[in-house]
């Protein structure tokens, strides 16, 4: 073998490498969309609030399977609390058939303080051990943040996706729900208020 063939060889596999690359990460991954913003949505006749990310299928023609997803809660000191979120089945692909199954609302629950660390536990004062996440965010101030982590596969082409959300902070919390379609945090007319408590009920 000649250097041209050696050329040729190395710049058509290089090549080759880089297409498969292209339809794997681009094209026949799973178009899996977060919300920038997370949801604090007041609860009818209860004196809490409940916190949501949304998540949505972007792709018109293939669904999502398989869904994971992991919340990180990282303290100040650099420790973290993680919360595994009940497996999502599927998100189908939007159309008149199915207006609302290519989303889903993903609800964060309260730290539980037995699971950290005894440095991040001595600086709450919470007397059945759960902090929410304004408790959070009141306590790390701005080194704290919020992560999500989820894992999906393409329905069609069974290509895998790990997506990593950004950081959120506390101005990335607004008040208000996801209306569905949308993935927008908007206000609710009537806060404290509002029907079904603006659960997720196209769980």
């Not at 969309?33 to 293939?62: F, M, P, V, W």
């Not at 889903?104 to 902090?131: C, F, G, H, P």
Request: proline share 3%.
């Amino acid at each position: 073998m000649n250097i041209v063939e050696i050329i040729v060889s190395f710049v058509s596999g290089g090549l080759m490498s880089l297409i498969i690359w292209f339809l794997t990460t681009k094209l026949l991954s799973p178009k899996l969309i977060l919300s920038s913003k997370i949801a604090r949505t007041h609860i009818k006749d209860e004196n809490k609030c409940r916190y949501y990310l949304k998540i949505q299928n972007g792709s018109k023609s293939r669904a999502i399977y398989d869904i994971a997803c992991y919340v990180r809660f990282h303290f100040s000191d650099d420790s973290f609390y993680s919360q595994t979120i009940p497996p999502i089945p599927l998100l189908r692909v939007k159309d008149e058939h199915n207006s609302h199954k290519y989303e889903r609302k993903i609800e964060m629950k309260n730290i539980n303080l037995n699971a950290v660390s005894q440095a991040v536990k001595l600086k709450y004062n919470a007397t059945d051990n759960q902090i929410n996440i304004d408790n959070f965010f009141e306590t790390e101030k701005d080194k704290g943040y919020i992560e999500f982590v989820v894992i999906c596969y393409d329905a069609f082409s069974g290509a895998k996706r790990c997506v990593l959300s950004q950081e959120f902070h506390k101005d990335d919390i607004n008040e208000g729900y996801f209306p569905h379609g949308k993935m927008v945090v908007e206000k609710e007319p009537n806060p404290g208020a509002a029907t079904e408590c603006h659960a997720d009920s196209y769980h």
